[in-house]
């Protein structure tokens, strides 16, 4: 299981939300911190890459259809580090264009190191 740390904003977005959307949320990040890698290499992570709106190469997102949440997440993978990046709805391309900030705000850290834990 990789570790799982969360920036400061994202923690605030997931203790924003009811409580038992919390605890979907966290069963199904714990789930997919087992193997966050790509599908492509046996894991559950779901690639993001780059459109006209946003460039996400190297991120992965979680989707909680029935709960209307999207989670993105980047990888440390020297340490086994899965980083949360953003915890918010999934309207339009919302939750994309506020990860994509955080990924301009932290750089190459989202990548390299650990933040918050729970």
Same mark, same amino acid.
């Given at each position: 299981?990789?570790?799982? *740390?969360?920036?400061? /904003?994202?923690?605030?977005?997931l ?19 087992k ?8 894991? @559950? ?8 709106? *946003?460039?996400? *190469? ?20 020297s ?14 391309? @919302?939750?994309?264009?506020?990860? /994509?900030?955080?990924?301009?705000? @932290? ?12």
């Open positions: 299981m990789w570790q799982i *740390t969360f920036l400061p /904003e994202a923690k605030k977005e203790f924003k939300l009811d409580k038992q959307i919390q605890k979907i949320v966290l069963a199904g990040i714990r789930k997919v911190s193997n966050p890698l790509p599908q492509s290499e046996g894991g @559950y992570g779901k690639p993001l890459g780059s459109n006209q709106s *946003t460039n996400l *190469t190297g991120f992965f997102k979680i989707k909680f259809k029935d709960v209307g949440i999207r989670v993105i997440y980047a990888l440390a993978p340490q086994k580090i899965m980083n949360i990046v953003a915890v918010l709805p999934r309207e339009d391309d @919302y939750c994309y264009k506020v990860a /994509e900030k955080r990924k301009k705000k @932290y750089g190459k850290d989202v990548f390299k190191k650990s933040f918050e834990n729970l």
